[in-house]
């Protein structure tokens, strides 16, 4: 019986393991280890890549998210939009930088925010909206970017699974601050964690600059009260190394996800949706059953790891619940019973640079087997 991981980290970096190495070895031998020319070069290729004005490395994802919020220095307690189908980072950043996040629910096609359901969310209080190009699929730009413009809020991406994804041939990332995390099993993953911001306005780049620095553009003269948020030296030469192989890391990844698309049976299981809006980059593949747990059981006796992005919806979460109850805020049901439907339901199956074709045609017959 086949043995199919979900994800394998030492295998998804196998094809890099001499560049590492060496790379590693001139480094050690160089002694320079935060803040050089690897960050500066690295940063440089990722704006170029995304087409981007300006790019920053940062320590990691959650800490590209919860910067803008904290440089933008909006009063205590503002309302920051957010989608309640998201991992718990995205609603951290908001709290961390101690604000209120205002959930709207997914499109229960898309999985992604719901453009037409933010508007209502809008009180004197909103000041950005944050969104989640999840799964590696790009929100539906055009319409945010209306209420963004008719309502003055800035807009921040979460992009810690979209590396590369366009949304009408635009790099998500580029639309407003584009959040990124280079977690290691991300599509873009360093050997550690590692994090950046693209800025779209370049007006704040050097406030972010010296704020993931102690705030201090001049070694300790400090004019923010910022934090230590630096990439490593050793990660940003492992994720120039990478970043080479994005597009081929992609295009292997689309190919397994249009061969799901093609094998898998919509009669038995829900699959993701697709958009001629989209050039999506597959960091996930989700789909969706009545029987999720009972599938991913089966899956599991036929030698297939499969994993749930994610099983507890953040609204359910005690973590959530308690920020809430503390600041006599109200979590409303109707605000996440989408989202809850969705954590449920769903399931992801491997779609990897380690997995093959032939992987996929073996998973796809599995699920396809699956007798509830
Ligand atoms: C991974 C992830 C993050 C957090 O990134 P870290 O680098 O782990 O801090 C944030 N949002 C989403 C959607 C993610 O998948």
């Not at 043995?3 to 094809?15: F, K, R, V």
């Not at 508007?119 to 209306?146: N, Q, R, S």
């Not at 449920?344 to 779609?351: D, G, M």
């Not at 992987?359 to 087997?369: G, P, S």
Request: hydrophobic share 40%; net charge negative.
């Amino acid at each position: 019986m086949p043995n199919i991981d979900y994800e394998n980290l030492s295998g998804l970096n196998a094809p890099f393991r001499s560049e590492y190495e060496k790379v590693f070895s001139a480094l050690l031998e160089k002694g320079w280890f935060i803040l050089g020319e690897q960050v500066t070069s690295f940063e440089y290729e990722f704006a170029h890549f995304l087409n981007a004005p300006k790019f920053l490395g940062l320590a990691s994802g959650l800490d590209a998210l919860e910067i803008p919020l904290k440089v933008l220095d909006f009063p205590v307690g503002s309302e920051i939009i957010v989608p309640s189908n998201t991992y718990i980072a995205t609603i951290n950043s908001i709290i961390n930088a101690g604000h209120k996040p205002v959930f709207v629910e997914p499109n229960l096609q898309t999985y992604l925010i719901d453009a037409a359901r933010i508007e209502e969310k809008i009180t004197e209080k909103t000041k950005a909206i944050m969104i989640v190009h999840l799964y590696g699929k790009p929100c539906e730009m055009d319409p945010i970017m209306d209420v963004c413009a008719k309502h003055h809020l800035q807009i921040i991406e979460d992009c810690a699974q979209s590396h590369g994804a366009k949304y009408k041939g635009k790099s998500t990332g580029t639309f407003g601050f584009g959040a990124f995390s280079f977690y290691p099993t991300k599509n873009l993953g360093a050997l550690g964690d590692a994090g950046g911001i693209s800025i779209s306005d370049t007006s704040w780049y050097d406030k972010i600059k010296a704020w993931r620095n102690y705030g201090s553009h001049i070694k300790y003269k400090n004019d923010y009260v910022g934090d230590n948020s630096r990439l490593d030296e050793i990660q940003a030469a492992f994720l120039r190394i990478k970043l080479k192989a994005l597009d081929d890391i992609t295009a292997h990844k689309q190919k397994l996800a249009n061969l799901y698309d093609e094998l898998l049976d919509e009669n038995l299981v829900i699959k993701p949706a697709r958009s001629a809006d989209w050039e999506e980059v597959h960091h996930i593949y989700p789909i969706r059953h009545e029987q999720r747990d009972n599938l991913k059981e089966f899956l599991l006796s036929k030698g297939i790891k499969t994993e749930i992005h994610y099983p507890i919806a953040p609204c359910d979460q005690k973590s959530v619940q308690d920020v809430f109850n503390k600041n006599g805020w109200i979590l409303n049901e109707d605000d996440f019973r989408l989202a809850r439907e969705i954590h449920r339901s769903i399931l992801s199956l491997p779609i990897s640079t380690i997995h093959s074709e032939e992987d996929v045609r073996y998973i796809a017959e599995c699920v396809n087997a699956f007798k509830p």
